[in-house]
C-alpha cells in the first residue's frame, strides 16, 4: 500500500502527470466512498431511531430499556458535538489557505484540525471508560457503541489523512492546482 502512495505521489508531485482529467478518478472514487459511508451511518441512526420510537416488549416497551442508565448529554457528548465542528472549520481554513498560496497558514490550520481530532479522540475514550452501559445491553448498548465507534474509528482515520496532508502540505506537495488528497481528506474529516 505505501509503495503505491509513494507511486502515486511521485507521479502527481514530481512528474506533473496528474492532469485535470486524471484528478477526476481520485474524486469521484473518494465520493462513493463517502457515499458508501453515509449510507452505514445512515443505517445505524435508523435502526436505533427505529429501536426508540417503537421499542418492543423484550426491552420493556420503553427507551432506553428498563435498567439502562444513560449518559448526561449535556456534558461530553455536547462537547463531542462542537470539536467536530470547530475540526471542520480548521480544516476549511487550511483549504482557503492551499488555494490562497499561504503554505505555512495550511500547515497552522491542519495542526489545528489533528489537534482537534486528538482531543475528540481522548473525549471519545472517556465516554467509554464513564458510560454507565456496555454493547451488550440491549439493543440501546449495541446502536450507541456500534455508531460511535464507528465515528470514532472514521475520525482516527481522518486524523491520519490530515497528518500525512500535514507532512505533504509542509513538504510543499500541495499547490492550487494539484490538492486532490488535501480535498478527499477534508471531505472525510467533514463527513
Known amino acids: 500500500m505505501f509503495v503505491w ?72 457528548p455536547f462537547l463531542n458535538t462542537l470539536i467536530p465542528l470547530s475540526s471542520g472549520a480548521a480544516v476549511t481554513w487550511a483549504h482557503h489557505a492551499i488555494l490562497a498560496g499561504k503554505e505555512k497558514r495550511a500547515v497552522y490550520a491542519l495542526v489545528a484540525t489533528v489537534s482537534l481530532a486528538l482531543v475528540f479522540t481522548a473525549f471519545q475514550g472517556m465516554e467509554y471508560y464513564q458510560a454507565p452501559s456496555t454493547i ?16 470514532g474509528f472514521h475520525v482516527i482515520i481522518g486524523t491520519l489523512f490530515s497528518i500525512v496532508c500535514g507532512i505533504r502540505q509542509y513538504l510543499g506537495h500541495l499547490t492550487k492546482e494539484h490538492h486532490v488528497g488535501f480535498e478527499a481528506a477534508a471531505w472525510y474529516c467533514i463527513l
Open 136 to 151: 451488550s445491553d440491549s439493543i440501546y448498548g449495541s446502536t450507541f457503541f456500534l455508531a460511535t465507534g464507528f465515528h
Open 5 to 76: 502512495w509513494r507511486d502515486v505521489l511521485r507521479e502527481s508531485t514530481l512528474e506533473g502527470h496528474h492532469t485535470k482529467v486524471v484528478q477526476l478518478g481520485p474524486r469521484y472514487g473518494f465520493i462513493l466512498f463517502i457515499v458508501s459511508e453515509v449510507m452505514f451511518l445512515f443505517a445505524l441512526f435508523r435502526a436505533s431511531s427505529h429501536s426508540s420510537l417503537a421499542p418492543t416488549v423484550e426491552i420493556g416497551g420503553i427507551w432506553p430499556p428498563k435498567g439502562i442508565a444513560v449518559l448526561d448529554p449535556r456534558e461530553i
